[in-house]
Every structure is written in structure tokens, then in C-alpha cells.
């Protein structure tokens, strides 16, 4: 299945809960609600209030990426913000295996996030255990920046790996994806996409359909 994630990053903050609402209504499976500390990443965004907030707003996934340090000391309460999946970074934990068990204890689905120039061998031991992998298509922490071209064969090489593993794992995509890269981005084997301004810059429940319909070639 393609899922489109709308990150909120990119969505005017004055209208938020509209806009989830909006890109829901349009077909959106996910809502991507990014958490950055100022420590793994430069920017600061938002944290639980945000979410919990949002949780009114809609019945979607609620897939929120952990830009932060050490994030198993929040999954407790980003559960009770409302999370549905937590994906956190590999360069971000120093125990990842104990991290990943944290939140699959907290009975929630669990991903872990590559930056583009983290190899997958650091997938090797851990990949079994996971629901989702993020190959990060920029490098983390703003919003708008332009697609890195080498994360296509990153992407590839992942779909690989877990078909070879007889595993059914996800692999989303964040960054720089629009609907002009993103049938690449579906045949080297992604099937869940974030897109902030691709979405939020315009109309976004327009924007959203627009991916939706280049979806639907790809599952006829």
C-alpha cells in the first residue's frame, strides 16, 4: 500500500488543526509529526502538547519522527500524546535495540530513521524487529530542502535487503519529495511518503489529491 504522510512542518501553524483535517478528509493515511530538541538536530519544533492537541483532530496514523537525543525517555509520554508509530534515529540512541523494545512495549509501531549518509548495515541486527525504516532523503532538521539524489539507491538497496529477509517492513521516504520524484522514489521500492511543503505550500487538500492520483496509477 502507498501512504502519503503530510509532515506538519510545513503547515501554517495558525490553522494546524484545519490543515490536518484537511489533508485527512483528502485521502491522507498518515499525519508525520516531527519532534526536534535543538540537540540532534538545529531546530526546536514542538513537542507533546502539539500532538496531544492535534489527537482531536482526526483518526489518522499519527507517525512521529524522534529528531532527538536519546528518545526512549519520551516514548511514554508521546504515546499518551497520542502516537500511533514512533520512528526514532540510529544516530540518536545509544541502545537502539532497547529503544525499539521500548516502544513496542508501549504497544505502538516502531521505525527507525537512517540520515542519508548512515549505511544500512547499522539495519543488520534490528531490522526483523522493526514495522518501518526511514531513509532520510535530506539531512534532518529544516524543512524545503532539496532531494539528495544517492538516497534512491539507498532506497533500492533497502527493498532488497527486507525482500531477501522474507520481511514485509515499510520503508518511508522525508524529504525534498514532491510529486515530480516521487514515482522514482515509488519504483526503487518506498511505499510511505513524507511531503511537507510539496503538500502545505497551496492548497492542501488539492496538493494531497495530486499525490493520491499518482498513487492510484501504481495500484490498478
Known sequence: MLILAPSILAADFKN???????TANAGARYIHLDVMDGAFVPSISFGMPVIASLRSCT????????????????ISDIK????????????????????????????????????????????????????????????????????????????????????????????QVDGGVTCDNVRDLIEAGANVFVAGSAVFKGDAAANTRKFLDIFEEYER
Open 80 to 171: 499518551a500524546a497520542g502516537a500511533d508509530l514512533i520512528c526514532v534515529h540510529a544516530e540518536a540512541c545509544r541502545h537502539l535495540d532497547r529503544t525499539v523494545n521500548q516502544i513496542k512495549e508501549a504497544g505502538l509501531k516502531a521505525g527507525v530513521a537512517l540520515n542519508p549518509a548512515t549505511p544500512l548495515s547499522v539495519l543488520d541486527c534490528i531490522l526483523p524487529e522493526l514495522d518501518m525504516v526511514l531513509i532520510m532523503t535530506v539531512n534532518p532538521g529544516f524543512g524545503g530542502q532539496k532531494f539528495i539524489p544517492y538516497t534512491l539507491e539507498k532506497v533500492r538497496n533497502l527493498r532488497s535487503m527486507i525482500k531477501q529477509r522474507g520481511l514485509e517492513t515499510d520503508i
Open 16 to 22: 494546524l488543526g484545519q490543515q490536518v483535517t484537511d
Open 59 to 74: 483518526d489518522r496514523i499519527f507517525d512521529v519522527h524522534m529528531m532527538v537525543e536519546e528518545p526512549g525517555r519520551y
